[in-house]
């Protein structure tokens, strides 16, 4: 079956064709950033307008890569939620009108569910040999296994997860406050490197020295799961305030906070593989694509037996690509009635605030 993937949370519209027997077919994404950087951070109104424009010449685009007509779609998978609720009613509407249309199932995907499965979906399609099937044909495919512990980090979530099967998800810590991702773009804009901040301030760091600078590791020894970065934002903020940085000043101060919150995030999720006793750890989410947490996860898990996975880079930011292919588990894993009981009301309605236990 072929399932379209529909993602408009926030500020990227991703579509992307997933197929249960060959694997990912055709992924497009459509980045707002240029659209937003005046503004210093997302424009809501500006975000749903702009998804409604790319929508249906983005699903044109990848049914022409992969060659395919739309009546061969099985079903169509959106966000749901959670995110920012008109962005969010882009993409609801559009692919509960194309399934209506097409006589299919639409399907309500949890964002984060997209994100945390992410990592199991392979980049190279040809590793799916075997199709959707009740008993679990589609995992027996994947190179994953579950049980395993999830860091979820994102640009507005931060949560560590036990995840025991699809559909199944214990939430073991999360941030109290601000999340990793938007920790690194406020205080990538408090070093004055616009929107959005985490890949910038992440380059920056790369020429700065760490140590010059001291920064706090907020809740490193709390000895639970959750987490705390609005501190870490604040201790930058004084830095800043306390004297006029020269650039390399800045890259100092960049790279400092990087080895913080890295160094908080990378022990955190490690010590929930621990606690566990599960050898598997799944990095998703944004700052998923930050080399300086991979590269402390990688050192940090082969000294301790853990093996540590990560979606593609270009998977690791949202894209339809992790929607469909999370409706595409949930289907093989007869995990739909009650997220679409839970979505809809009468007709169909997004969730802009969803926890993921509740799916
Ligand atoms: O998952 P995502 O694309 O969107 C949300 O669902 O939030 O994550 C976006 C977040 C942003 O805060 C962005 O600054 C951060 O991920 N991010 C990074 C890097 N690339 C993206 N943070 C640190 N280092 C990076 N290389
Ligand atoms: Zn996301």
């Known amino acids: 079956m072929i399932v379209l993937g529909i993602e408009t949370s926030c500020d990227e519209t991703g ?52 060659g395919i007509a739309k009546e061969t779609l099985g079903a169509v998978a959106y966000t749901a939620g959670p995110g920012l609720a008109g962005a969010l009613l882009t993409g609801a509407s559009f692919a509960e009108g194309l399934a209506l249309a097409l006589g299919v199932p639409a399907l309500p995907v949890h964002h984060l569910e997209g994100h945390l499965l992410s990592p199991l979906l392979a980049d190279d399609p040809a590793q799916f040999s075997s199709d959707i099937t009740p008993a679990g044909g589609h995992e027996s495919a994947l190179k994953l296994r579950f049980p395993f512990i999830a860091l979820l980090v994102s640009g507005g979530h931060t949560q560590i997860m036990c995840v025991q099967q699809v559909g199944a998800y214990e939430l073991l810590g999360e941030s109290l406050d601000d999340a990793a991702g938007e920790a690194f773009d406020k205080t990538a804009q408090l070093l004055g490197l616009g929107y959005p901040g985490g890949p910038a301030l992440a380059k920056l760091a790369e020429t700065g020295v760490a140590g010059r600078f001291k920064l706090p590791r907020p809740m490193l020894a709390s000895g639970d799961f959750n987490f705390s970065f609005s501190g870490l934002k604040t201790a930058v903020l004084t830095a800043v305030r306390a004297s006029a940085l020269a650039h390399q000043d800045q890259a100092d101060l960049a790279a400092e906070f990087q080895e913080a919150a890295t160094e908080v995030l990378a022990t955190k999720a490690l010590a929930a593989c621990r606690q566990r006793r599960l050898s598997t750890l799944v990095v998703a989410g944004g700052v998923g694509a930050n080399r300086r947490l991979r590269q402390r996860l990688d050192e940090a898990g082969k000294r301790q037996g853990i093996r540590v996975c990560y979606p593609a880079m270009a998977l690791c930011t949202d894209n339809g690509a992790m929607i469909a292919f999370a409706a595409a588990l949930r289907l093989s894993a007869g995990g739909y009635d009650m997220a679409r009981e839970q979505c809809r009301a009468g007709g169909f309605a997004v969730r802009p605030r969803w926890p993921l236990q509740e799916i």
Do not use: F, N, W
Request: hydrophobic residues 50%.
């Open 15 to 66: 579509v992307a064709l997933y197929d249960t027997a060959r694997g990912l077919l055709a992924h497009a994404i459509h980045s707002q950033v240029a659209m937003h950087e005046d503004y210093g951070g997302v424009v809501p109104e500006l975000a749903s307008r702009d998804h409604i424009k790319r929508l249906a010449p983005l699903l044109a685009h990848v049914l022409a890569e992969a």
